[in-house]
């Protein structure tokens, strides 16, 4: 039997994306008020991976990365997930925008080996926490290589400007003594 230690606590990462530069900043200042100062925000990244949102979200869309300076226990994943899925709901309904779903907002963690997302679609790979909520590991790290995908791993996480962003994430949480 191993022993038990304590968890450390993670690096809290927000994707989000849209077509509407009004949604993104609108989801970045619930995002402050709620987990505090923002550590790094990435460039916008074009999300042309795939046409899975258009008939929801229109086109273009694009997508941005914040990692926050306040580290979150793993156990709070699942609370974040649905609060920024009432987020999504909240915004949808002011009918400000013409398209159903004008954002989406995807939050997970970062640590020294992996980023892990939240979600609410179950999947072989993916392992249920609570409430609904399941995580992934989307990427891990290796330390010859860098971040790495997996299998299932979405193909805009396979983008090598995210990597580098992620990349400063790590050596920021690692600077916090991680």
């Given at each position: 039997?191993?022993?038990?230690?304590?968890?450390?606590?993670?690096?809290?990462?927000?994707?989000?994306?849209?077509?509407?530069?009004?949604?993104?900043?609108?989801?970045?200042?619930?995002?402050?008020?709620?987990?505090?100062?923002?550590?790094?925000?990435?460039?916008?990244?074009?999300?042309?991976?795939?046409?899975?949102?258009?008939?929801?979200?229109?086109?273009?869309?694009?997508?941005?990365?914040?990692?926050?300076?306040?580290?979150?226990?793993?156990?709070?994943?699942?609370?974040?997930?649905?609060?920024?899925?009432?987020?999504?709901?909240?915004?949808?309904?002011?009918?400000?925008?013409?398209?159903?779903?004008?954002?989406?907002?995807?939050?997970?963690?970062?640590?020294l080996g992996k980023l892990v997302l939240a979600t609410t679609k179950d999947?072989?790979?993916?392992?249920?926490?609570?409430?609904?909520?399941?995580?992934?590991?989307?990427?891990?790290?290796?330390?010859?290589?860098g971040w790495q995908p997996n299998g299932w791993t979405f193909a805009d996480?396979?983008?090598?400007?995210?990597?580098?962003?992620?990349?400063?994430?790590?050596?920021?949480?690692?600077?916090?003594?991680?």
């Amino acid at each position: 039997m191993g022993d038990l230690r304590p968890r450390e606590n993670v690096m809290l990462i927000l994707a989000m994306f849209s077509r509407h530069a009004r949604a993104l900043a609108w989801a970045r200042d619930k995002a402050e008020h709620q987990y505090g100062s923002i550590a790094l925000a990435s460039e916008l990244l074009p999300f042309d991976q795939t046409n899975y949102y258009e008939a929801d979200m229109g086109t273009p869309l694009q997508k941005q990365f914040l990692a926050f300076e306040r580290l979150i226990e793993l156990d709070d994943l699942p609370d974040i997930k649905l609060q920024t899925n009432a987020w999504e709901v909240e915004l949808a309904a002011t009918g400000e925008y013409e398209e159903r779903r004008p954002l989406n907002l995807d939050p997970g963690y970062l640590c020294l080996g992996k980023l892990v997302l939240a979600t609410t679609k179950d999947h072989a790979h993916r392992i249920y926490l609570r409430d609904g909520i399941f995580a992934e590991v989307t990427l891990h790290y290796d330390r010859t290589a860098g971040w790495q995908p997996n299998g299932w791993t979405f193909a805009d996480y396979r983008v090598p400007k995210l990597w580098g962003f992620l990349d400063r994430c790590r050596k920021h949480y690692r600077s916090l003594g991680r």
